[in-house]
């Protein structure tokens, strides 16, 4: 029992990694309406600003806050000068540019930072909170910021006109047009937004992992996994997803034998298959219903 | 009566396409414009015209002012709320989130209050969903709610596609009732397009008829009804 309750309490501290990624992913589907494979880079490309910044002699909090705000610019910037031209073209195309800005972002980080690993720092400190090694203080500010983020994004979509707007461009544009949304604006807000998200998951997760360009390959898995779990319409469905699937992967990974540490991301891939089969909308996603 | 809206010389395209040839029409204020024609004639390719959702060509003014070339939002904004094909609801959102849509171009909260109060009087139905998902709303609320949604931008012109379509028609009665209160009692002008001819001929006081993209016939809607090509072709007695 101990030892459930010690792998359940792991299980949460990298289930909170996720559920940074995953709210991250449920920001740009709720914008674009699909997938921005690119964004774990983003998130790896804003924390090694943040990294630069503290290198240049900048206090934590200080490079956290100005970290997202240059990402949140950069995010706009990438929808005004990328995407917004090639507004029209199939899905294929902004997924091929997905791909695109992932290795661009990806070589462009080795090439100024290089690709040796760099330890980031945690304004919550390293102590144990619960019992030895189970829960470090930065595990639970970093669900602490997990919780925060999750409660501004549910009052921005939920009660404030920007957030209607935003959702009414994600989900038919043509109508959110037709009332006077200024649509092609949402979107970029959508992407600078996303890009904020992204940034301070990645400054959670660098304490743990390590800042490297590579650091965001398996845990943008992760997210995904994550997303798709809790529905990809629902902020609190991502949180509630990362949170599950980092606690049934190192539940599978200590009682199931056979899975030890290699066969971790399949247990997330395999969540993702099980889900879609069952439930495709997620555990809160809203399902989409219409009659005529 | 002074012109709400006019259009000279236009002509629209879906890429190389031309759909629309050299049309030209006036609506007046305060009055029900009806936009007649068969299947592909080009109705509802006139409304995205001047809607700025298609590219096209020739000088649209409305209330004097030229929109041809404006954005979908921007021409909103100035007071065209169009009704679309199908709808346009917002499927995943609730009632109150699609009125509220409606009006997001508004500013004053307290007005914007009293509007949904507004639209409840039109439509009692929509206050009884008001919390429900607007997928799950039958047809005909359906288009009371799209309805109600154009009003919320208390609009100078409506611009309707079809509003009839795939209703019973006991609810079509009802809706075109409607229709003529909010075009008397809220000063909205209508350019309704429609394929139930004789509904809309008895609805509006002005009508269009359109053939392969050009106006063949213009006039008061009583003329055009008794003219005996337009009764054979689509009346239907």
């Known amino acids: 029992m101990d030892l459930f309750i010690h792998q359940v309490l792991a299980g949460l501290a990298t289930g909170a990694i996720y559920a940074c990624m995953a709210l991250a992913v449920v920001m740009i589907y709720q914008a674009i309406d699909h997938f921005n494979f ?68 990806n070589s462009f980080a080795g090439f100024i930072w290089d690709f040796n690993i760099k330890s980031f720092p945690t304004p919550f400190g390293t102590r144990p909170v619960l019992g030895q090694g189970l829960l470090s203080a930065h595990d639970a500010g970093m669900i602490a910021v997990v919780l925060i983020l999750l409660l501004l994004l549910f009052v921005f979509f939920r009660y404030t006109r920007v957030g209607l707007s935003m959702r009414a461009a994600a989900a038919n544009p043509e109508s959110a047009q037709l009332v006077g949304v200024r649509v092609s604006w949402m979107l970029a807000l959508g992407w600078g937004m996303a890009a904020a998200v992204g940034a301070v998951a990645g400054m959670m997760i660098a304490p743990v992992v390590f800042l490297e360009p590579n650091m965001m390959l398996s845990i943008l898995l992760y997210g995904f996994a994550g997303a798709v779990v809790g529905g990809l319409t629902s902020p ?43 439930k495709p909308s997620g555990l809160l996603g809203r399902k989409i219903v219409s009659r005529v | 009566m002074t012109a709400l809206l006019t259009a000279k010389g236009v002509s629209a395209f879906y890429g190389q396409t031309q759909v629309l ?24 390719s006139t409304l995205r015209a001047l809607s700025g959702m298609l590219r096209t ?57 009293d509007d949904v109060e507004r639209v409840f009087n039109y439509f009692p139905q929509l206050r009884v969903r008001y919390y429900q998902q607007a997928g799950t709303l039958s047809g005909g609320e359906q288009q009371m709610l799209a309805i109600g949604r154009a009003l919320m931008l208390r609009p100078k012109l409506m611009l309707l596609d079809e509003p009839s379509f795939g209703l019973a028609p006991r609810i079509v009665q009802e809706l075109f009732g409607i229709l003529r209160t909010l075009n008397r009692q809220e000063k909205v002008s209508m350019f309704l397009v429609e394929q139930n001819a004789s509904l809309a001929l008895d609805l509006a006081d002005h009508a269009y008829l359109l053939e392969t993209g050009r106006v063949v016939m213009a006039g008061d809607a009583k003329e055009i009804r008794e003219d005996e090509g337009i009764r054979r072709s689509y009346l239907g007695y």
């Open chain 2, 57 to 113: 060509h020739g000088e649209i003014r409305f209330n004097g002012q030229p929109i041809t070339g404006k954005a979908t939002e921007d021409i909103a904004r100035l007071g065209i709320a169009h009704v679309p094909e199908g709808r346009g609801t917002f499927v995943r959102l609730t009632v109150e989130e699609n009125l509220q849509l409606g009006a997001i171009s508004r500013g004053n909260r307290k007005e914007i209050a």
């Open chain 1, 236 to 278: 609190l469905g991502a949180v509630i997803g990362g949170f599950s699937v980092g606690v049934i992967e190192n539940l599978a990974g200590t009682f199931i034998p056979y899975i030890g540490r290699e066969m971790k991301l399949s247990i997330a891939l395999a969540l993702i298959v099980a889900v879609l089969m069952v």
């Open chain 1, 38 to 105: 690119a964004q774990g880079e983003m998130a790896m490309f804003s924390t090694f600003i943040a990294w630069q910044l503290m290198e240049w002699g900048f206090p934590y909090w200080a490079a956290f806050f100005l970290t997202i705000a240059i990402s949140f610019a950069a995010g706009v910037a990438i929808e005004r000068s990328i995407f917004r031209p090639l507004h029209n073209a199939p899905v294929m195309s902004h997924v091929v540019l997905f791909i695109a800005i992932f290795v661009i972002i």
């Open chain 2, 21 to 44: 040839y050299d049309l030209e029409f006036n609506m007046a204020e305060g009055g029900i414009t009806t936009l007649l024609g068969a299947n592909g004639a080009g109705k509802t």
